[in-house]
């Protein structure tokens, strides 16, 4: 029986690879702490709960305004900008290279930051058959219309993306337990990431997946220190779920905890729900929005923010919903289809993929553009 990569195999590979890059070069120190968090439990036995563990990569010489703070998405770490299961260097050396200082955080009660049964509600992971239907193999097993345009996962072979290749093996190793409600979680982040942003100073937030409501909050509640949100295919899309099943979600439209609109929202049911009689194009889903008149998102006004979504992924037929619930909230975005930008074949893993530094390159490119 041939073993598996682990994912500390994977790392010691990325090392090696990183030590010879000119991004890894360019690193002048690596720390890192803990924010917020605070005793609970009952007395006698109290924990500390709520605690985010946050990295920071600095370049020898910084030449950017702003850092860049990056979420990764469910089931994953910090991990997942480091580096990539087959031991490139990940967005976190192209960025180091480029002159800014990184945050990379491990969401509360994920990885590195402490997850306590007294505390904190239970559990979820993707099983490995979901992570290779969405992420890694979706053109043997992806169901929606663009699933087979993928060939940007990394490997060989015809077990490329799925159980017993290398690569594979590497990521799934590096897969972690989360919370399974939405609310805990987004609470949890806007409280720790909020008192980041008032540690760091204004930032850019970069989002990926199950952090994109992150993105929204932090903006909602910080909008003077956020200065740009980057949005990998976040979570979505509004009101209701799409592909993967069709069940309501994100009752506030594109978070599940409130966020201020203008007029004001007291609850949920506040907003009026229209559905598109029809898609965009048949390989698109039909979209939910606001009924006219909409109400606007008051804190995000003036924030630049590009939404990004892959050729190939699940989220490839819905993201347009967000970016249109965006405009209609009086929320400008640029909303970028990398196929549309000459970038052809990626997952939804699109940082760990073998392009994944011309994706970087382009998202740097949108930074430079958009945000002064």
Not at 210 to 239: H, N, S, T, Y
Request: charged share 20%; hydrophobic share 40%.
């Amino acid at each position: 029986m041939k073993p598996i990569v682990t994912s500390a195999v994977a790392a010691a590979l990325a090392i090696c690879t990183l030590a010879a890059s000119p991004q890894t070069r360019a690193l002048a120190t690596r720390e890192y702490f803990y924010i917020t968090g605070k005793y609970a439990g009952s007395p006698g036995v109290e924990v500390m709960s709520g605690q985010m563990y946050v990295e920071v990569w600095r370049p020898r010489r910084v030449t950017r305004k702003y850092p860049l703070v990056f979420f990764h998405g469910a089931s994953q770490t910090a991990t997942n900008w480091m580096g990539t299961p087959d031991g490139r260097p990940g967005w976190a050396d192209y960025f180091l290279g480029e002159g800014y200082v990184v945050y990379m955080v491990d969401q509360p009660a994920r990885g590195r930051s402490a997850w306590h049964a007294s505390t904190n509600g239970p559990l979820t992971i993707l099983p490995a058959s979901d992570v290779e239907r969405r992420f890694t193999a979706s053109e043997v097993n992806g169901t929606w219309p663009q699933a087979k345009k993928h060939t940007q996962w990394p490997g060989s072979g015809p077990n490329k993306g799925r159980r017993g290749d290398p690569v594979f093996d590497a990521f799934y190793a590096s897969q972690v337990e989360g919370l399974a409600g939405n609310a805990e979680t987004q609470t949890g982040v806007q409280v720790a990431g909020s008192a980041l942003l008032d540690k760091i100073g204004p930032a850019i937030v970069v989002t990926h997946s199950q952090a994109g409501p992150f993105g929204w909050l932090l903006a909602d509640a910080r909008p003077a220190l956020v200065k740009g949100i980057v949005a990998i295919e976040p979570a979505g899309p509004p009101f209701q779920n799409a592909v993967v099943n069709e069940d309501k979600a994100r009752p506030w439209g594109i978070t599940d905890i409130p966020i201020a609109y203008d007029p004001p929202v007291k609850s949920p049911e506040d907003l009026q729900v229209v559905r598109e009689t029809k898609p965009d194009s048949p390989d698109l889903a039909a979209c939910s929005k606001q009924a006219d008149p909409p109400r606007r998102l008051t804190h995000l006004q003036g924030i630049p923010v590009l939404l990004v979504t892959t050729e190939s992924s699940y989220h490839a037929p819905y993201d347009h919903c967000t970016a249109k619930f965006l405009t209609q909230a009086g929320v400008k975005n640029t909303y970028l289809r990398l196929e549309t930008q000459g970038i052809f074949g990626n997952g939804h893993m699109v940082m760990l993929e073998k392009n994944n530094m011309e994706v970087a390159a382009l998202l740097q490119k949108w930074i430079s553009d958009h945000i002064q």
